[in-house]
């Protein structure tokens, strides 16, 4: 090669290393392309591709009582999923399954056979079912903790708390309406997997904290008294052979509901097994004619509006009155000549009452009944309820109204009974009925706070006290009606009733089905609690004053023992005795109290102490063993609830050999 | 006695010092790419070796074998002076008719993937196309020298021969099917033609001769179509036939700038089909994030251009038409491969020099290496060369 050619050769060398060149700044600007600036969308898209996502509900919040006892909780159970990708031998895996989680094999095929690579084949199982699918890991099956609602006190409150479905989503009651509080969004469940479906461990994605979006729900419901009633409410609705009942127990200072029973009831960790009847909120979604709980409320009005006095007579037209062409009668067909409204109340007399009524017009006597809370909705915080019915009064004929005075011909529900009682126990001012206290975050901070709210004021405090006066003598006095209501050593004011249900099939008020009655506060001077008993078609005792005055006494008498509610009691001296009394007679009755009252012996040893054996009765099991400990008991243990029995006897010196045995039970 | 002495004397002869300093940074080079080769070999074939032989070290251990054997090559090859070479032309070009020819000889050659590429001889498989490469090179150079020192232009004369080996041998490789090959072949003739001083119009007729033979064979081959379509619109169908370039996009968009980590690569985990041979490099881009494809873009930009040096600075002829020779095919396989796997090319079923996993490959660009580093040894600091002196 001479010169010239060398330089033509060097010259095209160097073209062809130039075009290397700008291939290798080609590659280098694609790398850059792809990895710097659609970094976000490959990425993204490979993230869709590795990650196996699930969606799932976080644990749901709590539902606590107003002492903090877990009413609603969450535990972790265990799920089956399969990816069907993954299943080499579809009949032979379906057949593994089906065999241990008892299922159908062809339901079984059908999950297996599904598209995608996610399928639930069960959830919620129990742990030896979560065994016997353990070793199936390989065939693509695979088992995945979920948050379980799981209800620790089974039965208790169960028409207020709900229930939810398999996904967690709240169906009834605070659950259904407090749903999105408790549930908290969705978070995901997502792991890196392999192209072949394996899960990648070590490359797991962080879960995302969310837990504080889910809230705990404190109620005003105190699940001591909530247990009172529904047990005492079971035992009278059984013992009538009545279709079912209501009791509600509220603080009329503040409209806070401390217990809401409704009898049937039900286990709501298994709602689906039973009807949709047992699983009404019977108190709120059920109206009926109170009959004669109504008749102080006629009386409040009367009085507030200063028509009548308490010593103002009337005449009760010898147990039967016309009204009309429709004729009156009494209860128990009883002949009533002149009475006060006084002896109106206390004796339920129907003419008697249908007279102050009249004194009042009919539209005054509807101004009061919608200002009492009838014909709407109270307003509590329960999903559900009905607001009755009260008719306007230009519809009334005369008889309607005489009717309307005694309870029959309004339809009412049990809340709106109490909430109207609650105002008159409360000096006349009306509180709105709540059962949420508050809702606090995880940590327990308060996010929401349901303070008591004043509806209105119903009548005045003059007016309230001197119904309490009336009501006081149904219970208190020789002959009331409510005797049976009596509770020692604290005054009480009720009022009974006996209505007659209308009947759909005969398409009249039937004599035969009546929903039996009691509603009344305590102490009557200055109230604090406000009982309502409904019982529902008994068969055995009919009459208000029977069937529920008791089951009201009941309630009150142990939620005044077992809690320390501050009630003053009248006669001081009695206290010991009637506690004594009614925590060792499991179930007592009327009589069974003022018998045993006289025998019992008030203990002889002093409670305070520390040497000597306490006695125990009626404490909770966690008192019982903080107790213990202090004072150095060995204790045995058995059953749960409340100490119903122990030995040895209280006021025995305590022996460090010798063990003391405590019987724990849950009914009184 | 006598014969042994002149074996000797003739082995003497061959093996000999070199008389400059070879070029160190090609050595360098080259073995930074077989590391990182042989550390992400075994990071992207250890889960499939695990499965499919029970030894995730399966892959590893043989590219360590390799490696040693291409090293053992490459010294050899740094060691014969080129010149040696041109006396071996021939004979090469014929062996590599033959071998191509004994491929499709059924006991001998070997169909993996529906390919038949190789040979196995006692139990070690041998990939013919590799060797004809780089036999090709030294024949081509050879002859090509011979004309141009004898002052020969004529074109009949002058590349007659040359191009109807090329085409031949070509041509038999396409019958394996190796369309890559075939396509460096050729690539390479051309790129050695154009060097050699053919006119640029006979270079542009040629070219546009193999137009329609490209498009011949993608018609006749339904993949080839498909695998166009797939690189001109993978989203397409991206669980079909977008899917492997997809796959190896996903790989580089998730490796970022930094990557994920040696050894974290998720793409691997059989997302990726193949991820230790032919898209090795989609593994590095996503363990190693941008920064890992730069270095080792970078690295073999080094590699290429010191080649191109060798060449450049060479004064004997024949030396710095095999050295551009032999840079060439390197550039040329790097620059597809790393096109292919980022999409700017279509998929040809070539693998990164150095770095994929494959025995053949890596013991013959090894050894090519080993006569780059031999003619850089035979400069003098002066610039005239050595090599008439050996001669």
């Not at chain 1, 009668?329 to 002149?338: D, G, I, S, V």
């Not at chain 1, 306007?392 to 004929?397: D, E, F, I, S, V």
Request: aromatic residues 10%; hydrophobic residues 45%; contains cysteine.
């Amino acid at each position: 090669m001479n010169r010239k050619e060398k330089k033509w050769y060097r010259f095209r060398l160097f073209t062809i290393a130039g075009f290397f060149s700008i291939f290798l700044c080609a590659l280098v600007i694609r790398a850059f392309h792809l990895q710097i600036i659609k970094y976000e969308s490959l990425k993204h898209y490979a993230d869709e591709q590795q990650f196996c996502n699930i969606l799932l509900p976080p644990e749901r919040g709590l539902i606590l009582d107003q002492n903090g006892q877990k009413l609603a909780a969450t535990i972790l159970a265990d799920s089956v999923y399969v990816d069907p990708v993954m299943v080499k031998n579809r009949e032979k895996t379906a057949e593994k399954i089906a065999y241990a989680l008892d299922m159908k094999k062809a339901d079984v095929m059908k999950k297996l056979s599904g598209p995608g690579r996610f399928s639930w084949i069960k959830r919620k199982i129990t742990p030896p079912e979560a065994a016997a699918i353990k070793p199936l890991a390989a065939d693509g099956v695979f088992l995945l903790q979920e948050p379980n609602r799981f209800y620790p006190q089974r039965e208790l409150a169960c028409h207020i708390l709900g229930f939810v479905n398999i996904d967690s989503q709240g169906l009834e009651g605070l659950e259904f309406k407090y749903d999105n509080q408790l549930k908290g969004p969705l978070h995901t469940i997502s792991w890196r997997r392999d192209a072949k479906g394996n899960r990648i461990y070590q490359a797991e994605r962080a879960p995302v904290e969310q837990n504080d979006s889910v809230s705990n729900i404190i109620l005003t419901i105190d699940s001591r008294i909530q247990f009172i009633a529904e047990q005492q409410l079971k035992d009278a609705v059984e013992a009538n052979r009545a279709k079912g009942g209501s009791a509600i127990v509220m603080d009329p200072r503040t409209g806070e509901i401390l217990a809401l029973a409704n009898y049937p009831f039900f286990n709501p960790n298994a709602f689906s097994k039973v009807s949709a009847d047992e699983r009404r909120n019977r108190a709120i979604t059920d109206c009926f004619d109170p009959g004669s709980v109504f008749k102080p409320f006629v009386a409040a009005a009367a009085l507030d509006d200063g028509v009548v006095k308490e010593n103002d007579v009337f005449y009760c037209e010898n147990g039967s009155y016309r009204v009309g062409d429709r004729v009156i009668h009494e209860a128990h067909m009883k002949r009533h000549q002149a009475m006060t409204l006084a002896d109106i109340i206390k004796k339920s007399s129907n003419i008697g009452i249908a007279k102050v009524a009249q004194l009042l017009t009919k539209e005054r006597f509807y101004e009061h009944l919608r200002e009492l809370g009838f014909g709407e909705e109270t307003g509590i915080d329960i999903p559900g309820e009905v607001p009755g019915f009260l008719r306007k009064p230009n519809t009334w004929r005369p008889v309607d109204f005489a009717n309307m005075s005694f309870g029959q011909g309004i339809s009412v529900t049990a809340l709106q009974l109490a909430t109207a009682m609650s105002a008159i126990a409360n000096h006349g001012v009306m509180m709105k009925p709540h059962v949420v206290r508050a809702i606090v975050d995880s940590q327990g901070k308060v996010l929401e706070e349901f303070t008591p709210q004043v509806v209105r004021k119903v009548v005045s405090p003059v007016t309230a006290e001197r119904v309490a006066v009336l009501m006081t003598s149904v219970v208190e006095s020789q002959g009331g009606t409510g005797s049976r209501a009596r509770i020692t050593g604290v005054s009480v004011a009720g009022k009974t009733g006996t209505a007659q249900k209308f009947d759909f099939t005969e398409k009249a008020y039937s004599s035969q089905k009546v929903t039996a009655s009691f509603m009344g506060f305590f102490p009557a001077d200055e109230p604090q609690m406000v009982v309502l008993v409904i019982i529902d078609e008994p068969e055995i005792n009919r009459w208000g004053g029977v069937a529920a005055a008791p089951t009201f006494k009941n309630i009150s008498e142990q939620v005044l023992c077992r809690l320390d509610r501050n009630i003053e009691i009248k006669r001081v001296e009695k206290e010991a005795e009637v506690k004594k009394v009614t925590s060792r007679v499991a179930r007592p009755d009327t009589a069974d109290i003022m018998q045993a009252a006289s025998t019992e012996i008030i203990p002889s040893y002093d409670p305070a102490d520390t040497s000597l054996i306490p006695d125990f009765t009626g404490m909770s099991l966690r008192d019982v063993l903080a107790l213990c400990r202090e004072r150095g008991i060995k204790t045995r243990i058995s059953g749960s609830g409340w100490a119903v029995n122990q030995e040895p006897e209280p006021g025995m010196p305590i022996d460090a050999d010798r063990p003391c045995f405590i019987l724990f039970g849950n009914a009184f | 006695m006598q014969m042994t002495e002149t074996v000797a004397g003739n082995i003497r002869d061959i093996f000999h010092e070199p008389q400059g300093r070879p070029d160190y940074m090609i050595l360098f080079v080259t073995l930074c790419l077989l590391i990182i080769g042989t550390v992400m070999i075994y990071s992207s074939s250890t889960i499939a070796a695990e499965q499919r032989y029970g030894n995730s070290l399966h892959f590893l251990k043989r590219q360590l074998i390799y490696a040693g054997l291409g090293i053992a090559g490459m010294f050899i090859m740094s060691r014969i002076h080129y010149q040696h070479w041109r006396k071996a032309a021939s004979v090469g070009i014929v062996l590599s008719l033959v071998l191509l020819v004994l491929v499709f000889v059924p006991g001998l050659g070997t169909t993996i993937n529906g390919a038949r590429r190789w040979i196995k001889v006692a139990g070690f498989t041998f990939q013919v196309s590799e060797f004809v490469k780089l036999a090709l090179v030294v024949f081509l150079a050879h002859f090509l020298t011979k004309k141009i020192e004898y002052g020969q232009n004529d074109i009949r004369r002058m590349f007659a021969v040359p191009l109807a080996c090329t085409v031949v041998i070509t041509a038999l490789i396409l019958k394996q099917p190796d369309f890559g090959t075939a396509v460096i072949l050729i690539t390479v003739m051309l790129f050695i033609f154009y060097l050699a001083g053919i006119r640029l119009l006979y270079l542009l007729g040629f070219a546009a001769a193999m137009v329609p033979v490209g498009v011949l064979l993608v018609i006749f081959e339904g993949y080839r179509l498909k695998r166009i379509f797939a690189f001109l619109h993978p989203w397409d169908d991206p669980q079909g036939a977008g899917f492997h370039i997809i796959q190896s996009f996903l790989c580089f968009g998730s490796g970022g700038a930094l990557g994920v980590g040696l050894g974290n690569s998720v793409q691997k985990l059989y997302y990726l089909p193949e991820p230790h041979t032919d898209f090795i490099f989609s593994i590095i881009g996503e363990e190693c994030g941008f920064i890992g494809v730069l270095l080792v873009i970078i690295l073999f930009a080094v590699l290429i251009m010191r080649g191109f040096m060798i060449s450049f600075s060479t004064s004997d002829t024949f030396g710095s038409l095999l050295a551009a020779g032999i840079t060439t095919v390197i550039a040329m396989e790097v620059c597809i491969n790393i096109a292919v796997v980022m999409g700017m090319l279509p998929t040809k079923g070539l693998v990164l020099p150095f770095v994929s996993y494959g025995g053949t490959s890596l013991v013959m660009s090894l050894a090519a290496v080993g006569i780059l580093l031999n003619i850089s040894g035979q400069m003098r600091p002066g610039g005239t060369n050595a090599l008439r002196k050996t001669e």
